[in-house]
């Protein structure tokens, strides 16, 4: 019996344990469930996935824990980790990612999550990691994350945050990493961030933060990163932070601070790398100790009010890289041993960047600059008060990019040398006395974009060989003694672009008829010399003129109306010359038109009224003593009136009764075409089918009249006009054709059946179209696109605009790469997930848009090409690709009658990317029949890659204050993607890769960039 009860004993138990398990697998698998509800939410809330990364994410097809991005525990089957950084994705984050209560690591970083932060992720109470960064995500940073006491790391930079940094995060005390970089926080930096004992990285810059810098950031001993640039912040740098001998990378520039840096620094922060204060007003000497601190590689304190000398100690700092004090007040003090220092910093053999432009140094220019580092990219001592001559062996300075002298006293002539500085991309010895000729070895310099020579004494003609300077865009020779003719050679230059200034010479002869190649010019200065002849017509080339002055000459004959076509002219000078006949009335016409000097020429008849000839204060036309009419404030006598041919019965008699019947023709005029305009395109309607339709009444009123205010720019088929739309807040983009174009109604029919049926985040999204008839009774169409409010790539890369707009658009390599990436993307999404394959045909810098966020938009599908198969009988599959396209990104296959294809797409693609990153047109002077682009670049990599870069691009890294290993870094990016580039851009179609792999490879080098940044 007691064996039996023992028996039913053990059979109880295991019966017990048995239910046990049961119980603790349903509760298992209904968390399990939690899991996967949660991530089917987030899946629900992604409305953009091109990579079709939430394909994997099927619970009919597999467990959630093999689904894409996902980890979960090999204990409990629980998620915990989701990584989805840089999958392109766009969406909001719902509030049911708080139930994935496991979760150690969120990691969404680049791609597009909008909307708030949902403050649910506060119950994740095992979390360490969250990184949301390179995102869209607005409203305030969730309060909620006080709970998260585990988290080690808090990435929320580049977002659009608003409000304060919340005092709830002050529970975090585990974090080492704290990124809140480019947002709109505002508010002041929290005191109890000195509570963070782990802290190793601090980036709060590039947000609206003010006060003052808490003196309790002096307690994170184990900081390496500190970084509050670009705010707000006020006060003086408090000493306790200096004395944390960890940190290496400090920076506090672009702020409101003040005060002394103290005389020990460079022994409080003994490992330190990159020490940055600019754009502040920091006063008193440069610490000497600086010289102590070996590990530096960037002091960057310019644009302050430091005084004093240069500590010669710099000069052991072996591993320094930039050294930047420009725009302060040092070596004042009537000292002319201020320039000492030079001697020293011949030791630093690292150093690429040396400037302190903007100062008060004196003394003579040291022949020891001639031993400086080889390296050495930028040099800069301008607007100083230096004398001595320029020596000889500045050309040993083989690196140097830029050299400015500008704004000194030094005397001598330019040596010949200087054309040994064969990478010298911008020459500045203006506002010097230099004397002599101009070195013709100047024309050696063919990566040469900018050249200064004014106001100094120079003398003899201008060399012609300033024709083999092939990019050159900015000549200005402006206050010299110069004679004889301007050469062709020289006027011939295309690249000319923002200015060409030979003012105040003594210059002679007629303008050379190669100037009608200036049609990218934007300033063109020949006042004060002796150039004689007509203005001549061809001028009309010139397009881009803004400024024109041509004063205090000896130019004759009338004013060419054929500079009409200057639109964009904004100050004209003709004063002081022999010009004859009229006024001409396309003056009065140009909209952009602001200053207008006529004074002193022979001119004659009525003063037009209209456009600026209304405002007396911006003209000028006084010696001219045959001129009459205009406004009254001009106190001109009445122009002598015309005889009358006809009295004023005739007029009743004859005139009326010919208006009339001329009204009634044109009312049957525009009947018949109306109806004959419906009768003759009944395919219009079924093009615009799913496309929101408009009136022409709106559209007139939308943009002011077609006012020339609102125009944007003209195309091959029409002009795009800026348009406030009633009851829409934002502005519109209006691309009217102009049907009396050939193929520009083939064009319209195009674009509306390529963009009725594509959605895609990085095409240009259509809002409307119009399709009907105007005031006169013609034929009218429009399409109505969102308005990009950063313009176009084209303007970005090139200097069309105004000069000192274009000196701030600098892209960084990042925003480079992104903006590929997104072109890609839009071309991955024609060619591989449109219903019908579209080829895009005209991709080029022009039609890729960027709005406020710097995204790329594709447009302009005038050229678009469906790709059916044979059997449709509406599009023929066998299109000849002759003339599809731009000069310079058409296909090479495509010239020999090729046909359209994917590939055509990716080979302008190809080329648009090389441009993008070396900022040269395939069209540029310096290519022709024997070198393209592709050659050119193939040429150079890998061992010359960083000599073809877009200056500007290493200008805006540079700006960013990267290390070197971040700048080796760019440089393995940057050969990576031209190489991607060569291979779309191969001349046989077998050669280049689909547009799917493309994006893959563009899309792993910015991962792994964005990882090792």
């Not at 994705?89 to 909307?115: E, K, V, W, Y």
Request: net charge neutral.
């Amino acid at each position: 019996m007691g064996q039996l009860y023992l028996t039913s004993k053990s059979i109880c138990l295991l019966l017990y344990f048995q239910y046990s398990i049961i119980v603790m697998s349903i509760a298992i698998s209904g968390l399990e469930s939690t899991d996967q509800l949660a991530l089917q939410e987030l899946k629900n809330r992604i409305t953009e996935d091109p990579l079709h990364v939430m394909a994997s994410w099927n619970h009919h097809s597999s467990h959630f824990c093999n689904w894409t991005g996902v980890t979960c525990s090999p204990y409990n089957g629980r998620v915990t980790n989701l990584d989805l950084s840089s999958r392109q994705l766009a969406g909001t984050i719902p509030p049911s990612i708080g139930n994935l209560s496991f979760l150690t690591g969120i990691d969404l970083a680049n791609n597009n999550f909008r909307g708030e932060i949902p403050q649910a992720i506060g119950r994740l109470l095992h979390l360490q990691h969250l990184n949301v960064s390179y995102n869209s995500c607005s409203g305030k940073i969730p309060t909620n994350l006080t709970y998260c006491k585990e988290l080690r790391a808090l990435d929320l930079q580049f977002n659009e945050l608003v409000g304060k940094i919340v005092d709830q995060l002050s529970s975090l005390s585990k974090l080492y990493l704290f990124k809140l970089k480019r947002n709109s926080l505002g508010g002041g930096i929290p005191r109890w961030l000195g509570n963070f004992s782990s802290l190793e990285f601090l980036d709060i810059s590039g947000n609206s933060l003010q006060g003052p810098i808490p003196e309790d950031l002096g307690r994170l001993t184990k900081l390496l990163v500190f970084h509050v640039n670009s705010n707000e912040l006020s006060g003086t740098i408090p000493p306790s932070i200096l004395n944390i001998s960890s940190i290496y990378y400090f920076s506090v520039t672009q702020n409101l601070l003040h005060g002394q840096l103290p005389a020990d620094v460079g022994l409080t922060l003994p490992n330190v790398e990159v020490f940055a204060g600019a754009v502040n007003s920091f006063t008193g000497p440069i610490p000497v100790s600086l010289g102590n601190a070996s590990k530096l590689h960037v002091i960057d304190f310019s644009q302050n009010k430091l005084t004093g000398d240069v500590p010669t100690s710099f000069g052991k700092l072996e591993t320094l890289v930039r050294l930047n004090f420009e725009a302060n007040r040092l070596g004042g003090r009537g000292s002319y041993e201020g320039l000492k220092f030079l001697d020293y910093l011949t030791n630093c053999t690292n150093l690429m960047v040396l400037s302190f432009a903007t100062n008060d140094f004196r003394g003579e220019l040291p022949y020891s600059i001639t031993n400086l580092s080889t390296v050495l990219e930028i040099f800069s001592l301008g607007n100083n008060r230096i004398h001595g001559t320029l020596p000889a062996g500045i050309g040993n300075l083989i690196s140097l990019t830029l050299l400015g002298m500008e704004g000194n006293y030094l005397n001598g002539s330019v040596p010949e040398a200087i054309g040994k500085l064969e990478y010298l991309e911008r020459l500045y010895l203006n506002g010097n006395a230099f004397s002599g000729k101009i070195p013709f070895s100047i024309g050696n310099l063919t990566r040469l974009g900018t050249l200064n020579l004014e106001e100094n004494r120079l003398e003899g003609s201008i060399p012609p060989e300033l024709g083999k300077c092939k990019i050159l865009s900015t000549l200005n020779l402006t206050r010299n003694n110069l004679i004889g003719s301007i050469p062709k050679e020289f006027a011939g230059l295309s690249s000319l672009s923002i200015s060409l200034s030979l003012g105040s010479n003594s210059l002679t002869g007629s303008l050379p008829k190669e100037f009608d190649q200036l049609i990218n010019l934007e300033e063109l200065d020949l006042s004060q010399n002796k150039l004689s002849g007509e203005i001549p017509s061809s001028l009309s080339n010139c397009l881009h003129l803004e400024r024109l002055n041509i004063s205090n000459n000896l130019f004759q004959g009338i004013i060419p109306q054929s500079l009409a076509n200057l639109k964009g002219l904004a100050e004209i000078d003709f004063s002081r010359n022999n010009l004859s006949g009229k006024i001409p009335e396309f003056l009065g016409k140009l909209s952009y038109l602001r200053k207008l000097d006529l004074s002193f020429n022979e001119l004659e008849g009525g003063v037009p009224k209209e456009g600026i000839f209304s405002n007396t204060s911006a003209i000028s036309i006084k010696g001219n003593s045959k001129l009459c009419g205009g406004v009254p404030n001009l106190h001109l006598p009445e122009c002598p009136k015309a005889p009358k041919d006809l009295n004023s019965r005739v007029w009743i008699a004859v005139i009326v009764p010919v208006a009339l019947l001329a009204l009634v023709l044109c009312f049957c005029g525009a009947y018949y075409r109306l109806r004959n305009s419906r009768k003759s395109h009944p395919w219009i309607d079924g093009q615009l089918a799913q496309i929101p339709r408009t009136t022409y009444r709106e559209i007139r009123r939308a943009t002011d009249g077609f006012s020339e205010d609102n125009l944007v720019g003209t195309g091959s088929f029409g002009s795009v006009y800026k348009a406030h739309f009633h009851g829409e807040d934002t502005i519109m983009a209006v691309k009217v054709l102009n049907l009396q174009q050939r193929g520009a109604l083939r064009s319209f029919l195009d674009e509306c059946r390529a963009l009725r049926n594509i959605r895609h985040r990085n095409l240009l999204k259509i809002k409307t179209a119009c399709s009907s008839i105007d005031h006169q009774g013609n034929d009218f169409k429009c399409l109505v696109f969102e308005f990009m409010t950063n313009g176009n790539l084209h303007d970005w890369l090139h200097s069309e605009n105004d000069d000192q707009q274009h000196q701030t658009k600098k892209l960084t390599f990042i925003q480079r790469l992104n903006i590929a990436i997104d072109v890609a993307s839009a071309l991955d999404y024609l060619h591989n997930h449109c219903q019908t394959p579209i080829v895009h045909c005209d991709l080029k810098p022009s039609n890729i848009l960027l709005d406020e966020e710097m995204s790329a938009h594709v447009g302009d599908f005038g050229l678009a090409t469906f790709l059916l198969d044979t059997s449709s009988n509406s599009w023929s599959h066998h299109i000849s690709a002759a003339l599809k396209g731009s000069i310079g990104y058409i296909p090479t296959e495509y010239g020999s009658g090729g046909q359209v294809s994917t590939l055509g797409d990716v080979y302008s693609f190809g080329i648009v990317l090389l441009e993008l990153f070396i900022c040269k047109r395939p069209t540029d002077a310096i290519f022709n029949e024997s070198i393209n682009i592709h050659k050119y670049v193939s040429m150079s990599l890998p061992e010359h890659v960083m000599e073809i870069v877009d200056p500007s691009l290493l200008l805006a890294e540079e700006e960013q204050n990267i290390n070197q290993d971040q700048a080796r870094r760019v440089e393995e990016c940057l050969l990576s993607v031209l190489e991607i580039g060569l291979r779309c851009s191969a001349s046989s179609p077998r050669d280049r890769a689909p547009i799917d792999t493309i994006l893959s490879m563009l899309q792993a080098i910015q991962e792994s960039f964005l990882t090792r940044r």
